[in-house]
């Protein structure tokens, strides 16, 4: 009964093309005017009138009997239909039937189980054609235009995070996914969020002939928590607890170092109002320190700082030289978190460190340093008077100059930024030149530009040169001892240029490094594995979501929320008039009438007919 419903609505949007059937015409007349030859074995010519009446009796049969006419026949009727272009009237959903579900995965949904009543009201908006959208501070596709069974799967794997959220950047992200009469539902606290409000962005969709609903979950509001934390010194840090309820709460505090408690504390927090904690001397315990308070509220991840000390703050720096007053060993002094070791060339204790060498070597060391530098260690080389090629040296030394040169920085480093180098007055150099894989930095101004400031790999650590010779003698600031080869150690920039040179090498000590908020992304230049609080990912870019300690390769970084507004349940920045509880809207799709088009499958049929008839004639021998 369907089928023959169907058939009575199949309507034509090209009529003109039914004229194509009238092809069917010189068809039938070519095949009866076509002369067939016939063969007849006749007894007598008796039966000769009975054979001519036979004939004329199934003069159609022969059609039915031969199958290229069937063929060409079947094809002329549904290519001529195609050009006609068939169609029928039928019932389909508004936008294709397409929706987009945007979760809001910051921290604040996790109080009170408010994700997983999200999920619960996601389940009943589900269409034909779901796309899901995690939304967080950057949002998140979980998959795209997927079947209702596959995004209901989708949708219970899902968990909050511990960020802040960008709804209005996840409603434009649906936005584009999605045809006119498509459908966004958008289910959220509606607490806090960053960036444009999400009430603009819903105007903007519906400008463009998308529908949009904002679906409100809630549960219970009271909370105490740790909303932001700080270093006051390179081992004193001091945290903020906040009590968002009315009445005044006792909080209890638990510090553990490395999972090891080291103080219980506990403070009274007045209603709506902050108390201050302090720790002292975190640098002395390098590892993991965890901050716990224990209030009985809504939200959990806001009762945990975490905070992560690198398990060295000390740069150590072997200086190698004959000349005790140098003003580089000052320099190096003035450095924080830096210790300095001279020694004398002649007996140069075991190589450890940063070594840094500003007068000749003897052979035995000069060994010895070529040994630690290929098993990975860092080597600062400083020209001085007797300075002798070296194989680790990242440059060959020519002849020495006693001509006055300026300098130019020919590579951008951290070494050298924010030092106005040009203003270094050099009067004597090395006129030194880049070996194969060397990288310069510095070089003179004079015409051979020669190496200055270089470095290269050697084995598997790094040796670095400095043309800048240190000054020797009692008056290193005289211009006229010929003992001062250079005056960069006069500007104000010097220990900068070493304290950069230092971090060039190891890496930064600035603790803050080593602790984040969420919601931060990390980019690497490949793929690596990082363990985070809750799972192991291989990524190359890195998204801190969660609360805890992230292990990246090289380090490891404290992540915490640290955000009042997230931690504050009872905050709603939004209008009631634009948010629908989900007990009031339930998904009913909308229906529209749109014509289905059937052309394309009579010209695939028509194509299959011409094949066929092909391939049968090729078979009957005639191709």
């Given amino acids: 009964m369907a089928l023959f419903d169907s058939l009575y609505a199949l309507d034509f949007a090209n009529k003109a093309g039914l004229y194509a059937l009238l092809s069917i015409i010189p068809l039938i007349i070519i095949y009866l005017l076509r002369p067939r030859a016939?063969?007849?074995?006749?007894?007598?010519?008796?039966?000769?009138?009975?054979?001519?009446?036979?004939?004329?009796?199934?003069?159609?049969r022969k059609f039915l009997k031969d199958p290229l006419f069937l063929i060409q026949l079947l094809a002329l009727i549904i290519i001529s239909l195609a050009i006609a272009a068939p169609f029928i009237m039928a019932n389909e959903e508004a936008g294709g039937g397409s929706t987009v579900i945007i979760l809001d995965g910051s921290a604040s949904m996790q109080a009170d189980s408010r994700f997983e009543k999200a999920v619960l009201e996601a389940n009943k908006f589900l269409s034909a054609k779901n796309t899901i959208i995690l939304a967080q501070s950057i949002p998140l596709m979980v998959m795209k235009e997927a079947p209702a069974s596959s995004a209901k799967d989708a949708l219970t794997k899902l968990k909050a995070k511990a960020t802040v959220v960008d709804l209005s950047g996840a409603i434009i992200l649906g936005r584009r996914m999605l045809p006119e009469g498509g459908r966004i539902v958008v289910i959220s606290d509606f607490i806090s969020w960053n960036g444009d409000s999400p009430e603009i962005a819903k105007k903007v969709a519906q400008a463009s002939g998308i529908n949009v609903d904002f679906i409100t979950v809630s549960g219970r509001n009271d909370n105490i928590g740790i909303v932001n934390g700080w270093f006051e010194s390179a081992g004193d840090y001091k945290i903020v607890i906040k009590n968002f309820n009315r009445d005044?709460?006792?909080?209890?505090?638990?510090?553990?170092?490395?999972?090891?408690?080291?103080?219980t504390s506990s403070i009274n927090v007045k209603g709506q109002s902050s108390e201050y904690f302090s720790i002292s001397d975190l640098n002395l315990n390098?590892?993991?320190?965890?901050?716990?308070?224990?209030?009985?509220?809504?939200?959990?991840?806001?009762?945990?700082?975490?905070?992560?000390?690198?398990p060295s703050m000390q740069r150590d720096v072997l200086f190698i030289t004959d000349n005790p007053k140098s003003p580089s060993i000052v320099a190096l002094g003035l450095i924080p978190d830096t210790k300095v070791t001279n020694a004398d060339p002649k007996s140069i204790p075991s190589m450890a460190g940063i070594v840094v060498a500003s007068t000749t070597l003897p052979q035995d060391a000069m060994k010895k340093l070529s040994d630690y530098v290929s098993s990975g260690?860092?080597?600062?080389i400083i020209a001085s008077?007797?300075?002798?090629?070296?194989?680790?040296?990242?440059?060959?030394r020519g002849t020495f100059s006693n001509n006055s040169t300026s300098l130019n920085i020919?590579?951008?480093?951290t070494i050298t930024a924010g030092i106005d180098i040009k203003k270094t007055n050099v009067k004597k150099y090395f006129k030194a030149r880049l070996k194969n894989t060397a990288v310069g930095l510095i070089e003179s101004g004079d015409r051979e530009k020669s190496a200055i400031l270089a470095y290269w790999k050697y084995g598997k650590g790094?040796?670095?040169?400095?043309?800048?010779?240190?000054?020797?003698?009692?008056?290193?600031?005289?211009?006229?001892?010929?003992?001062v080869w250079n005056d960069l150690h006069t500007l104000p920039e010097y220990p900068l240029f070493w304290k950069q040179m230092l971090e060039w090498i190891k890496g930064s000590l600035d603790v803050a490094e080593y602790n984040a908020k969420t919601g931060m992304l990390i980019k690497f230049p490949v793929s690596v594995t990082v363990n985070t609080p809750s799972d192991r990912v291989t990524t190359d870019t890195l998204l801190l979501d969660e609360v805890g300690i992230f292990e990246v390769p090289g380090k490891s970084i404290a992540v915490n929320l640290y955000d009042e507004r997230e931690s504050n349940l009872v905050g709603g920045g939004i209008e009631e008039s634009n948010v629908s509880a989900s007990k009031e809207l339930v998904y009913k799709p909308e229906t529209i009438r749109k014509p289905r088009n059937f052309d394309d499958y009579f010209i695939i049929g028509g194509m299959f007919l011409v094949f066929l008839e092909l391939f049968y004639l090729r078979w009957r021998g005639e191709l």
């Fill in 385 to 396: 008077p007797d300075l002798t090629d070296m194989d680790i040296l990242p440059v060959e």
């Fill in 377 to 380: 260690g860092t080597a600062v």
């Fill in 248 to 263: 005044a709460r006792d909080v209890k505090i638990d510090v553990s170092i490395n999972d090891k408690i080291v103080v």
């Fill in 286 to 310: 390098p590892g993991t320190t965890r901050i716990s308070i224990s209030p009985d509220d809504a939200l959990a991840v806001d009762n945990n700082a975490f905070i992560y000390m690198p």
């Fill in 38 to 60: 016939r063969k007849i074995k006749i007894p007598s010519v008796m039966f000769l009138l009975d054979i001519e009446k036979k004939r004329r009796l199934n003069i159609f």
């Fill in 410 to 413: 020919v590579r951008q480093s």
């Fill in 462 to 483: 790094t040796v670095i040169y400095s043309g800048l010779a240190d000054p020797r003698g009692n008056n290193i600031y005289d211009p006229l001892n010929e003992n």
